[in-house]
């Protein structure tokens, strides 16, 4: 069986990354890389993963 590999992401290395979460009809985590235009991503609150799994 062939191993499960990932291609190795190219990273900047001065980026600015930020997480934040924004209140409305539904909360909405928005992580963004604040020193490249148009960088982020957006997720329900209620979807994204607490910081014990990410570790």
Known sequence: MAPDMVAEA???T??????SVEDG???????????????YLTAPLADAATLPEWR
């Open 10 to 12: 190219e990273v900047e």
């Open 14 to 19: 001065n980026a600015e990354v930020m997480a």
């Open 25 to 39: 009809s539904t909360e909405t985590l928005v992580i963004a890389d604040i020193s490249c235009d148009d960088a």
